[in-house]
């Protein structure tokens, strides 16, 4: 239909000077805040301070910083003995079979048994999707694999027959680590303590989370270090979990996700925003599939995709979070397992607004700390209870003791680049070329808020 309007003179100037009224008003907030959108505080809570442990460099490599995602980088192979659903994802449930585009290496049942271990309302979609794993394997323990030495991988808990000896490592000595994971002295660790007004902005796509709806019979472990919760070695590969979106370039495929946490609330997350932390910090594993296997993924440094949400304390039990709890008795010390009697809705876990999120390349918080992580941390925390945290501090670690504080300190960043995707999807440069100006900048950032406000109030537009 078109409708035409009769606007007079004086009209169209009164709209002209709002505008730049408002743009105006953008950029003397834009200035205030030193060109950063001010999102998501951390818990109140300041973390006493304390210099961070300096990385003992084992190469001169040059630093690799995770590609925009317009460049396409070919993946670099790693030698393991050397140091080299919410307010804006999509939740999307598979009903297709599995596209044959892969083929997953075939490891002698014999040898091992597999234990891998919305909020605000989100919009679905009818749309199919099919993970690109080869249809020679139909279920989860089929497709991950075998990984060489288990041991290796606290992030990817495999449940061998042979019972080996599990290498000595503790969280009461993170600075000692390198000594017997070289890896772990390398100069492209995590976590780091993200400094907001030094990131890049970036605009990434929103991420998409397919079949993170319930998760029936997940395995609950203790594994000496966290409470590790892994899909069942059963899971059909046509439900598999999996994301795409949110800049990363594959399809990565969930495993398991685990919990770090201190001795009391005002510390226990691994990473820190503006040098302060959270109660606890719950970490989401996933592989890419491009590489067929969990173990083949951990040769890659875009091998591993790890979602970080923050938890932080409420004034009531989450209820999203109870099933968590619920059995955690169960596993009291260090290798006991137990199947859950409830299913695990992952949408639930993940944080009321998963559209603003900072992203950086680093490595497994555990030893052997492999640089194969595309970390994710969104800066909206989950919110749960006092009581259902203490729960995990009376688990009992490797050693006998309460597991608490079973985070790794802060490591320099030497030099990576840390990317930040606002809510908004918009960005603005910190810095402008001679052939443009702050005020042609303020603009059209405010043209691009001005469109995600107009998109939010009418999607259906």
């Keep these: 239909m078109l409708v035409t309007f009769a606007v007079s003179r004086s009209d169209v100037i009164r709209k002209v000077a709002n505008s730049f009224a408002i743009v105006i008003v953008l950029f003397q907030i834009l200035v205030d805040v030193n060109g950063y959108p001010i999102i998501g505080e951390p818990f109140i809570k300041d973390v006493p301070f304390t210099p961070e442990a300096t990385a003992v460099p084992t190469s001169s490599s040059t630093l690799e910083e995770i590609p925009s995602p317009s460049t396409t980088v070919a993946p670099k192979v790693l030698n393991p003995s050397t140091t080299s659903a919410p307010e804006s994802g999509t939740l999307l449930s598979s009903t297709t079979s599995a596209s044959p585009l892969l083929t997953v290496k075939t490891h002698p049942p014999e040898l091992m048994s597999f234990t891998a271990g919305v909020p605000e309302t989100s919009s679905s979609s009818d749309s199919t999707t099919s993970l690109p794993v080869s249809t020679e394997r139909t279920t989860s323990a089929e497709t991950f694999g075998a990984a060489e030495d288990d041991t290796m991988f606290e992030h990817f808990t495999l449940k061998p027959q042979i019972k080996k000896a599990k290498p000595v490592w503790t969280h009461k000595d993170t600075t000692g680590w390198h000594s017997q994971f070289p890896t772990c002295g390398g100069l492209q660790q995590s976590p780091i303590d993200i400094q907001p007004k030094s990131t890049v902005l970036t605009a990434y796509p929103k991420f998409t989370f397919h079949n ?15 409470a590790v919760f892994n ?17 990363l370039e594959n399809t990565f495929a969930f495993v398991q996700f685990h919990l770090h946490w201190g001795n009391n609330s ?27 296997s969990f173990a083949e993924a951990s040769k890659y440094e875009d091998g591993v995709a790890v979602l970080a949400i923050f938890l932080k304390v409420g004034s009531s039990d989450s209820q999203s979070f109870q099933p968590l709890v619920e059995q955690l008795g169960e596993i009291a010390k260090d290798g006991d397992e137990v199947i859950l009697r409830n299913p695990i809705s992952l949408s639930n876990l993940l944080p009321g607004r998963t559209s603003s999120f900072y992203r950086y390349s680093g490595s497994l918080t555990t030893p052997a700390c492999q640089q194969i992580v595309i970390w994710t941390i969104f800066d909206t925390p989950l919110e749960v209870s006092e009581n259902q945290l203490e729960k995990f501090r009376h688990l009992k670690g490797d050693d006998g003791t309460n597991m608490v504080n079973n985070f790794r300190p802060t490591l320099p960043v030497n ?6 995707r606002s809510f908004t999807g918009c960005e603005i440069s910190r810095s402008w070329p001679i052939t443009s100006s702050p005020f042609s900048e303020a603009f059209k950032w405010s043209k691009c808020l001005m469109g995600f406000a107009y998109k939010s109030a009418a999607p259906s537009l």
Excluded at 212 to 226: D, F, P, R
Excluded at 415 to 420: E, L, Q, S, V
Aim: glycine letters at 14%; a negative charge; proline letters at 8%.
């Design 415 to 420: 030099g990576r680049t840390i990317f930040y």
């Design 212 to 226: 993170y709806g319930n998760i029936e019979n997940m395995e609950l472990i203790n594994n000496g270090h966290s």
């Design 266 to 292: 005002s510390q226990g997350s691994e990473h820190l925003i503006k040098s302060k932390g959270y109660p606890a910090e719950m970490h989401m594993v996933h592989f890419n599939t491009k590489y067929g």
């Design 231 to 247: 899909l069942p070695p059963d899971y059909p590969i046509d439900d598999m979990p999996h994301i795409t979106g949110g800049g």
